[in-house]
């Protein structure tokens, strides 16, 4: 601990996966404390700044969260959108099989045009639809686990984990000296 103030330490987050997996849905979750059942698909601007505090390091993440405006439609996204990217959250819906297909596919394109040291989040979304789930726990969890992704299971509709997420990705950012 230190009396120091702490440092802020900017940091880009992008979000991937299937569109209607729930990214923005996240986003509003985790910084307005809202969720709307007919959330309008993403358009125009989507950056975001949300702040966590890393208390033992003395330091404050500010994370600026890009969200794709629609073009995660076409399965691939402008190399922009990586660049310098230090953190992402993959996003599938729990209760899509395909949408977990899709986070494979994002994972691939993210090692392929991301930063090598990128870290990265898994949110299995929706949870709240346990009933409608074609995904298990074991399934998400192992396919994070091989990938050395943080799992977890989120609901923008319940804000079940949403923060949780953020909190670990500021946790596991590498320190600044
Ligand atoms: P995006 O295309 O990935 O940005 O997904 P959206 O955030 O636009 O969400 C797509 C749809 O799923 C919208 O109708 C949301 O209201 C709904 N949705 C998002 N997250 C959840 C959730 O956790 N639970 C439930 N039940 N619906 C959700
Ligand atoms: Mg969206």
Not at 12 to 26: E, R
Not at 33 to 47: E, I, M, S, Y
Not at 109 to 123: F, H, I, K, S, T
Request: glycine share 6%.
């Amino acid at each position: 601990a230190s009396d120091r103030q702490p440092q802020v330490i900017e940091c880009k987050l992008v979000l991937l996966g299937d569109a209607n997996a729930g990214k923005t849905s996240l986003v509003v979750r985790l910084v307005k404390n809202r969720f709307n059942a007919a959330q309008p698909a993403t358009v125009g601007a989507a950056f975001t700044q949300h702040r966590v505090p890393v208390a033992e390091a003395n330091e404050l993440i500010q994370f600026g969260i890009w969200d794709t405006a629609g073009s995660e439609r076409y399965r691939s996204l402008a190399p922009m959108y990586y660049r310098g990217a230090q953190a992402a959250v993959i996003v599938y819906d729990m209760t899509s099989k395909e949408s977990f297909e899709g986070a494979q596919m994002w994972l691939s394109e993210l090692r392929e045009q991301g930063m090598p040291n990128c870290v990265v989040a898994l949110a299995a979304n929706k949870a709240d639809l346990e009933e409608a789930r074609q995904v298990t726990t074991q399934e998400g969890q192992m396919y994070a686990r091989q990938n050395e992704m943080a799992y977890f299971e989120t609901s923008a509709q319940s804000a079940q984990n949403v923060s949780r997420v953020f909190v670990e990705l500021a946790n596991r950012m590498p320190r600044s000296l």
